[in-house]
């Protein structure tokens, strides 16, 4: 990287999973590369790390080389690696809204989000929102927002997110397609300098409703708004049976593939990239990157956690900073 962007804001995620680890470890990774600071409390570091306490994100390059710049976020009670504590969901929840208030003012110059247990925080501090995504919007004062995962050789998008499968078909609405299609040209624009995205639109039926014999919400609604969307200017072509949407030649055609549902899209990029991708947000007046893992109770503090992805996503943030001038 040339130019360096306001420092990037990493969130300590679920104290009990291994967001806390993956911080120290992309400090070790990274040096002084990427300007991030850890917003936390120290006390969930991996210990003999070195740390350096800062005030304000201002002062995380005079930092960043002597250690990895901690924020602080006081929490009350211990952490066990692997078991949420349902007395740190309240600070988890905090520590967002904290980060998110130094990328609205500046003074960061984008977020990246370590995994957060959607289960601890709904039962710990009644959590109202599916995710980070959705909470973000709300931070922001948005309506709609899009969820990409990203990576080298794929980029995805799940038009509806954490929904049950059979609340998909009608959620799957001509306006959440158009906005979310909208949202992601824009986004590949702007955000990954893509000057006339290519998007490709996949089908909810297998065979992409095959003409009808296996489901009709492509002939009655997605294929007529894919015209329709075209017709506006947007490159987009589909639907497409999303069996073949994801070998190599295919994946060369588009930039982004919007899918109907999480897992069409999640399957794919996470097989093919689980180490590197990035989940992206995509319609907030600011960045925000994270690791496209979750909270891995199971190797929490082993030290077995793999950082690339985390590394992926501050470095993502990092460039789009600099990019956007941030
Ligand atoms: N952005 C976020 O905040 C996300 C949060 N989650 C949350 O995480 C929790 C656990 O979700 P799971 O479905 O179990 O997914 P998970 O990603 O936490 O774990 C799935 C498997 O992948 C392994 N794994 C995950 N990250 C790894 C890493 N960096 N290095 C090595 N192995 C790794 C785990 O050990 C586990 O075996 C849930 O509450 C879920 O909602 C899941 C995805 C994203
Ligand atoms: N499965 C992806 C995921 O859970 C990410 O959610 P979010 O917390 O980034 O909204």
Redesign the pocket.
Known sequence: MIARPRPIALTC?EPA??GPE?AAMAHTRLGTEVPFFWMGDPRHLPGGIRIVEIAHPSETEAAIARGLPVLRHDFDGPVTPGEANPAHAQGVIDVIARAVKYAMVGDAGGVC?A??????LKDGADFAHP??TEYLAALAGVDHVVMMLASETLRVVPATIHIPLSDVPAALTEALLRKTIEITNEGLRVRFGIARPRLAMAGLNPHAGEGGAMGHEEIEMIAPLIRQIRADGIDITGPHSADTLFHADARARYDAAICCYHDQALIPIKTLAFDEGV?VTLGLPFIRT??????????AGTG????S?TIAALRMAANMAVAGGA
């Open positions: 995620g999973g291994i993956l989000t995994p957060i247990h959607k289960k601890a995710g980070h989940n994270s690791p496209d893992h979750g909270t891995a109770f199971d190797i077995r956690a793999n950082p992805s």
